[in-house]
């Protein structure tokens, strides 16, 4: 660390892609030498975008971020629509697939609450397998078709909660909710 520090107050010759190679391999010598989780330095906060948009909504350990596509404004009473439930894990993490290999895990679900529609089909994305584990990660978007239970007008009003469990590695952490209204 002295001589990084060493050289980057010195004023070297070296052109912004060294500098960057430089700064880039001593970021993973300090992340091997000194390990941080979320759970063993909760002071360590990854980088996350300050503004989020009114139809998303973010976990309280900042590892995953719920939002949906917007809902038709008219339906005719049994008629169906679709809405797509996108769901950002954070790098690093993953959560667990809708359907599970492994006893003991609990699966990833959404559900989907509405006056006036009916959940007719969740669709899952291809989850990836690893060994025996079936897992999420990064970004996935989960398809929802609702049929209208009466005539719409505006916008319905909709509840989507989502259940995981967030798995860092090989340590996977308490099962979480989270709910957006829109």
Request: hydrophobic share 35%; charged share 25%; aromatic share 6%.
């Given at each position: 660390?002295?001589?990084?520090?060493?050289?980057f107050?010195?004023g070297n010759?070296r052109?912004?892609?060294?500098?960057?190679?430089?700064?880039s391999?001593?970021?993973?010598?300090d992340?091997?030498?000194?390990?941080?989780?979320?759970?063993?330095?909760p002071e360590?906060?990854?980088?996350t975008?300050?503004?989020i948009p009114?139809?998303?909504?973010?976990?309280?350990?900042?590892?995953?971020?719920?939002?949906i596509?917007?809902?038709?404004?008219?339906?005719?009473?049994?008629g169906?629509c679709e809405i797509?439930?996108?769901?950002?894990?954070d790098?690093?993490?993953?959560?667990?697939a809708h359907?599970l290999?492994?006893?003991?895990?609990i699966?990833?679900q959404?559900d989907?609450?509405?006056?006036?529609?009916e959940t007719l089909?969740i669709?899952?994305?291809?989850p990836?397998?690893?060994?025996?584990?079936?897992?999420?990660?990064?970004t996935?978007?989960?398809?929802?078709?609702l049929k209208?239970t009466e005539?719409l007008?505006?916008?319905?009003?909709?509840?989507?909660?989502?259940r995981?469990?967030?798995?860092?590695g090989t340590?996977c952490?308490k099962?979480?909710?989270?709910?957006?209204?829109?």
């Amino acid at each position: 660390a002295q001589a990084l520090c060493d050289f980057f107050l010195r004023g070297n010759d070296r052109n912004m892609l060294e500098y960057a190679s430089m700064l880039s391999g001593a970021l993973r010598l300090d992340s091997l030498i000194n390990p941080r989780s979320k759970t063993e330095n909760p002071e360590f906060k990854p980088y996350t975008p300050q503004t989020i948009p009114s139809n998303e909504v973010k976990a309280p350990d900042d590892i995953i971020f719920l939002s949906i596509s917007p809902l038709p404004t008219q339906l005719e009473k049994d008629g169906t629509c679709e809405i797509t439930t996108t769901i950002r894990i954070d790098e690093g993490w993953h959560i667990n697939a809708h359907e599970l290999s492994e006893p003991g895990l609990i699966p990833t679900q959404l559900d989907i609450q509405s006056h006036s529609l009916e959940t007719l089909e969740i669709i899952y994305p291809k989850p990836i397998v690893r060994g025996a584990m079936r897992i999420f990660e990064g970004t996935i978007q989960i398809l929802t078709r609702l049929k209208a239970t009466e005539e719409l007008q505006e916008k319905p009003k909709i509840s989507v909660r989502l259940r995981y469990q967030p798995c860092h590695g090989t340590t996977c952490h308490k099962v979480q909710d989270l709910a957006l209204t829109a």
